[in-house]
Structure formats: structure tokens, C-alpha cells
């Protein structure tokens, strides 16, 4: 649990291409709350009664942490980090010069690379069981929109961008209507791919209804300028954020 605490240990990495689960860590984390005693913590002058303590290094990692903003022990928050007031669950890792912005939550296990944003009230949600399973995965450079909610262990690629209300879960379809014929995937979201949210009809019993999909509208230029690359995109499939 310390050597998660420190980033020296991840849950998951990525080896060759592929993300890879450490199923020791999370065992690790779940018998740690076996073993921990719910017992009362103030921190700041706030009262809380739970079993993890929250994390207390914020100075000597080079983190900014705006009240009330909390990270739980047993998370990792990288040099440059900003946390606003939301919440980073344990064994979460967090990349460098990533902001976790308003109400953000990122859940247990779920890996955040680095320049990532992820705006206010983003939801990524926790995967510690059962522990082989992958958590979810932000790569590098990605910009996660308002009120976005990724779950079950759905990855989302290095650059890509995804407009406020998009829900992506691992049954969730995401399909690419760039050409002439829609290509369907889930569970992943291209590096650089631009998602907006969409409909899909389904004829049910009932009646013809709309069930959520995720559109892949385009695609994210590389550049070397990645905050002018973003502004572009935003602009060009005219995303609010």
C-alpha cells in the first residue's frame, strides 16, 4: 500500500501496447480493508469517519489541492497535478500536469495519464473487482468533457477528446461514422478520436426508443502543440465545455 501511496507501484500499466493488471496490488487493497478499523479523522477542521486516511504529501509531490478537494491513501497524484474540489479513490495513479477539475471523481484503480484534462463533474468510475479486471484507463492528452461517465473499464486513447454527456461503458456501442459505413467498437475510444454523444433506435416491445451511443465524429490532429490542438477541434465540431 505505500509503494502504491508513492507511485512506485501501479495497478496497471502498460506493457508493449497493452494495459496490464497488477492482481497483487489490488489484492493488496482489498485486504487492507479488511484489516482497517473505520475510526474518526479530521483533517483541515473537517470530520470524517471511514477506514482510509486521505493522502497528506500534496507539498512534497508538487500537487495543488483546492479545498475541499481529497485524495484517498493509497492513490498516486503526480508532479504538477491540480485537484479541485473532487476526489481521487485508492489505488487510483494520476500523470503529470493532469487537472481533476470541479466535482471530478476518478475511482479506485482507474488510470489517469498525464496532461489529461478531466472538466467538471467527470465521473470515471472504480475497478477493484474482481482483480483481474481492467479499470479504466485515461491515456495521455485527453479531454474528457463535463458531466462525462466512463466505467467499466472502458479506455479512452492518448489525445482523443470527448464532449460533455458522453457516457462510455463496456456495453455502451461507440461507432465510427467518419466514412461511408459505420464501424462499431466498445470498450475503447481511439487515440485522437473525437467523440460527441448520440442516439441509436432500437425496436422493443413497446415501441421504436432511443438507446445512448458514442459517435466518433473525427479525429484530433497531432501536434506538437496539443493545447492549440485541442482549441481547434473544440472549434471545428463546435464542442461546449
Same mark, same amino acid.
Given at each position: ?12 500499466e502498460?506493457?508493449d501496447?497493452?494495459?496490464v493488471v ?23 477542521g ?7 486516511p ?23 497524484l503526480?508532479?504538477?497535478? *491540480?485537484?479541485? !474540489?473532487g476526489? =481521487?479513490?485508492?489505488?487510483?495513479? $494520476?500523470? &503529470? %500536469?493532469t487537472? +481533476? ?7 479506485s484503480?482507474?488510470?489517469i ?53 458522453v ?9 465510427? *461514422?467518419?466514412? !461511408?459505413?459505420? =464501424?462499431?467498437?466498445?470498450?475503447? $475510444?481511439? &487515440? %485522437?478520436?473525437? +467523440? ?22 473525427g ?23
Open positions: 500500500m505505500a509503494a502504491l501511496d508513492r507511485g512506485e507501484r501501479r495497478v496497471a502498460q506493457l501496447g497493452e494495459w497488477d492482481v497483487d496490488a489490488k489484492l493488496a487493497i482489498l485486504e487492507f480493508f479488511r484489516l482497517r478499523k473505520v475510526e474518526p479523522m479530521q483533517v483541515g473537517l470530520q470524517f469517519l471511514d477506514k482510509i486521505v493522502k497528506t504529501d500534496y507539498a512534497e509531490r508538487g500537487v495543488r489541492v483546492v479545498p475541499p478537494g481529497v485524495a484517498r491513501y493509497g492513490s498516486f503526480s508532479e504538477g497535478v *491540480v485537484l479541485m !474540489p476526489y =481521487v479513490n485508492i489505488g487510483a495513479w $494520476v500523470g &503529470p %500536469r487537472m +481533476v477539475d470541479t466535482w471530478a471523481t476518478v475511482g484503480c482507474a488510470q495519464g498525464a496532461d489529461v484534462h478531466l472538466s467538471g463533474g467527470v465521473g470515471i468510475g472504480g475497478v477493484l473487482e474482481p482483480p483481474q479486471a481492467s479499470p479504466v484507463v485515461i491515456e495521455d492528452g485527453a479531454f474528457v468533457g463535463s458531466r462525462v461517465i466512463v466505467v467499466e473499464g472502458v479506455r479512452v486513447g492518448a489525445g482523443a477528446v470527448i464532449a460533455p454527456n457516457v462510455l461503458s463496456a456495453s455502451v456501442p461507440i461507432i465510427d *461514422v467518419t466514412g !461511408p459505413e459505420p =464501424v462499431e467498437r466498445r470498450g475503447v $475510444v481511439p &487515440p %485522437r478520436a473525437v +467523440v460527441l454523444p448520440g442516439v441509436r433506435q432500437k425496436d422493443f416491445p413497446a415501441g421504436r426508443y432511443g438507446l445512448p451511443c458514442a459517435l466518433i465524429v479525429e484530433r490532429s497531432e501536434s506538437t502543440d496539443l493545447k492549440t490542438s485541442l482549441n481547434d477541434v473544440l472549434r471545428e465540431f463546435e464542442i461546449a465545455v
